[in-house]
């Protein structure tokens, strides 16, 4: 059996230390509050395999109420190009 230097006074004194540093990274001097982003962007909408442009429908509404440019793609593949010609 091997022995621990593990004691009761070490263990309180790491738990303090771990909040007292919790304490300081939660402050405002490190972390900023969240803010509301003003300058208007470009969105370019790009849907996973068998979907098309309608798959970004209700996100390209939202973000086109709230004034932003959105254009959803609609990937066309080669056995689609090859079906309708």
Known sequence: MTLSNVTRRGMIGGLAAGVSAAAVISSDTFISGARAQSARKTFVLVPGGFCGAW???????????????????????????????
């Open 55 to 85: 798959y970004w429908r209700r996100v390209s509404d939202r973000l086109e109420k709230q004034g932003h440019k959105v254009y959803s793609l609609t990937l066309t593949a080669d056995w689609q190009i090859a079906r309708t010609s």
